[in-house]
């Protein structure tokens, strides 16, 4: 009788074996988002009692006063997830996501495809990156089931997810938009706003973008498997995602709701303001970002009923973020009452030099993002810190701005925060992508590295 040999274990990628110990700590004993605001808080508030002179009540009062500094850009940032996954599931938008997965004829062919789409999809918008990540990788594994093709699950989502790296170089960029934006905490720190031209679309912000997507595909290339390796399809069980269920129409106000007129009315006049605003010389803010987008989705659905069906769809993404963006602005609270703004920049000032200066930025920003999560808490967190130790170093502040946001997107690879919804839209977990996230946050690091030493020596 012939013995049937037992399948060989997937083979693991030399980066993913090195950072197996640091995947397994962070699988167990990382806590929600919501816990990390809340362990940052004490941490924060520890420090300034120990290091400052600052009395318990004074501690209390600058929390306290320092809670509603966020709210306007709470707001904006919870847009940007919102009107991201909407346009995601708009159906123009799902139509052509349907078209990409039915391209690739191999399983290689099929990984890169899905990273670069959703690199893509995070450098217009963020929200847009997350939701396109997950829903092509569940489509172009559906495909590939349907044509015999056999794709690894789990290295199709992580593709998705790896998109994610790139997203604070892009469009919808909070930092970057952030110090663009009239009256925002930066302009008035700083005492003028920075345009994007100057970070976003800088020529070397622009070359580590191509640079780290070229470099990632790379990455991905080598430890995705093959050959004998175990391959995990996306079991029969999960289909194709159902479209938004429209309500009845059954009444005059329900043919209203389902009229095209309303959300093209509005789509237009939208659009028209913001052309005008930029034929007279207005800039690209937060806020215009997410007017284009909202103008964008008015424009494509059918009617308002579709518009209330995507939101609904949409609404639990944005619970989280709404909740932590005051606890953030408490941090910041804390810590300008206290003085810990200007020790933490000290500090920094006396390792670095003006050349050095962002890489040490990048590095201090991905080891707070595992902290503060999301991109743009800790950039309002940071940023402050950072700005203050490049004026006294004499660097370019777009150099401070674009190192916290390099950091924010690089950990991301390895922090499970962010990778919720795409893994909620995948049915998996973080520990399933963790191994090929991983190659990806090496890749983009030394991108990420570079680049900000370019162009610290160039801007001097």
Do not use: C
Not at 67 to 80: K, W
Not at 118 to 137: E, Y
């Amino acid at each position: 009788m012939t013995k049937t040999a037992p399948d060989k274990p997937a083979k693991k990628a030399p980066l993913a074996r090195v950072m197996q110990p640091i995947n397994h700590v962070v699988e167990r004993w990382i806590p929600s988002s919501l816990v990390f605001a809340i362990v940052l808080t004490v941490i924060v508030a520890l420090l300034a009692l120990i290091v400052t002179p600052t009395s318990p009540v004074d501690l209390i009062v600058g929390w306290g006063d320092g809670l509603a500094g966020l709210l306007a850009f709470m707001t904006q940032m919870a847009l940007i997830l919102l009107l991201g996954h909407m346009l995601a599931n708009t159906k123009p938008v799902r139509r052509l996501l349907d078209w990409v997965a039915e391209k690739p004829n191999t399983p290689m062919q099929a990984y890169l495809l899905v990273f670069v789409t959703a690199a893509v999809a995070s450098l217009i918008t963020w929200g847009l990156g997350l939701v396109v990540g997950g829903l092509l990788a569940k489509e172009v594994a559906r495909s590939g089931r349907d044509r015999g093709l056999k794709l690894h699950f789990p290295m199709l989502v992580a593709a998705g997810f790896s998109g994610f790296v790139v997203w604070h170089m892009g469009y919808s960029g909070s930092g970057p938009l952030t110090a663009a934006t009239p009256d925002s905490f930066i302009s008035e720190q700083l005492g003028y706003t920075i345009p994007i031209t100057e970070t976003t679309f800088s020529w070397w912000n622009i070359s580590a973008a191509v640079a780290t997507i070229v470099l990632v595909s790379v990455a991905l290339w080598a430890i995705a498997p093959r050959g004998a390796e175990k391959i995990v399809q996306m079991p029969s069980s999960v289909g194709k995602d159902e479209s938004p269920k429209l309500d009845d129409v059954e009444t005059p106000a329900d043919r209203i709701d389902a009229s095209r007129i309303p959300t093209l009315l509005v789509g237009l006049m939208l659009s028209a303001y913001i052309v005008i605003h930029f034929v007279r010389g207005g800039q690209v803010t937060l806020d215009i970002v997410n007017w284009m987008f909202l103008a964008l989705i008015l424009l494509m659905v059918r009617n308002p009923f579709e518009v209330i069906a995507l939101t609904k769809n949409a609404a639990s993404n944005v619970g989280e973020i709404l909740l932590q963006f005051p606890l953030y602005a408490g941090i910041m609270g804390i810590m300008s009452a206290s003085g810990l703004i200007q020790i933490f920049s000290d500090m920094l000032v006396s390792i670095a030099n003006p050349i050095t200066f962002g890489l040490f930025a990048l590095l201090s920003a991905g080891l707070v993002n595992f902290f503060v999560p999301s991109g743009g808490g800790q950039f309002a967190v940071q940023a402050p810190i950072m700005l203050d130790a490049a004026e006294q170093l004499g660097v370019d502040p777009a150099i401070a701005i674009m190192a916290v946001s390099y950091g924010d997107q690089w950990t991301n690879m390895i922090q499970p925060f962010w990778a919720i919804p795409l893994l909620a839209i995948a049915g998996l977990k973080m520990r399933d992508i963790l191994g090929y996230t991983t190659a990806t946050l090496v890749a983009s690091g030394l991108v990420f590295g570079g680049a900000l030493v370019v162009a610290s020596i160039v801007l001097q």
